[in-house]
Antibody, heavy 118, light 107 residues
Framework: EVQLEESGGGLVEPGRSLRLSCTAS????????MTWFRQAPGKGLEWVGF??????????EYAASVKGRFTISRDDSKSIVYLQMNSLKTEDTAMYFC?????????WGQGTLVTVSS | DIQMTQSPSSLSASVGDRVTITCRAT??????LNWYQQKPGKAPKLLIY???SLQSGVPSRFSGSGSGTDFTLTISTLQPEDFATYYC?????????FGQGTKVEIK
């Protein structure tokens, strides 16, 4: 059974950093791209970025709103994908979801909440 | 960036109704269009991918159609568990963008 579990969310002050993790199980992790999404309270879904799987050399792409501040990486030996978030802004407050796949996100985690506030 | 516009933004319907939600892209996205269902406090669930392919395990009352710029999600016979918010997403180019969502409420 495919499972994804996010962790690492919490309350953080503006300008600080936070690293989210997404631990996967139930599939050959390295073969799949992984995507991060977010959803601000009461708002719609927003694509954050993705990292390619082994077949694509782990290439990354990001939304303009996070490019240069957020970094997606992966550890295939541990089946974990990370979202390193630096220089956080209040507008980054959201539930963050990881998902399997890139063009088709077929499995999602339950999300981890990030609140950026002083 | 490709903008996705869903209509309506919300609708009220009764169990047993046929429901149609449309999604329009600002440029052609071929068939790179997914539909997701999201219930409050839950992660989105993939319903339809590649515009018309039904994701495994999704009831056959859900169907998708369209290509190019205009797409449709249809629920043939609305069930109580279908009251939720529905999002379209294009994966033709980055950034991957979503429609604003359509909330399906009980009439």
């Amino acid at each position: 059974e495919v499972q994804l579990e996010e962790s690492g969310g919490g309350l953080v002050e503006p300008g600080r950093s936070l690293r989210l993790s997404c631990t996967a199980s139930g599939f050959t992790f390295g073969d799949y791209a992984m995507t991060w999404f977010r959803q601000a309270p009461g708002k719609g879904l927003e694509w954050v970025g993705f990292i390619g799987g082994r077949p694509y050399g782990g290439t990354t792409e990001y939304a303009a709103s996070v490019k240069g501040r957020f970094t997606i990486s992966r550890d295939d030996s541990k089946s974990i994908v990370y979202l390193q978030m630096n220089s956080l802004k209040t507008e980054d407050t959201a539930m963050y979801f990881c998902s399997r796949g890139e063009k088709i996100s077929d499995y999602w985690g339950q999300g981890t909440l990030v609140t950026v506030s002083s | 960036d490709i903008q996705m516009t869903q209509s309506p933004s919300s609708l009220s319907a009764s169990v047993g109704d046929r429901v149609t939600i449309t999604c329009r892209a600002t440029q052609s996205i071929s068939s790179y269009l997914n539909w997701y269902q999201q219930k409050p406090g839950k992660a989105p669930k993939l319903l339809i991918y590649a515009a018309s392919s039904l994701q495994s395990g999704v009831p056959s009352r859900f169907s998708g159609s369209g290509s190019g710029t205009d797409f449709t999600l249809t629920i043939s016979t609305l069930q109580p568990e279908d009251f939720a918010t529905y999002y379209c997403q294009q994966t033709y180019s980055t950034p991957r963008t979503f429609g604003q969502g359509t909330k399906v409420e009980i009439k």
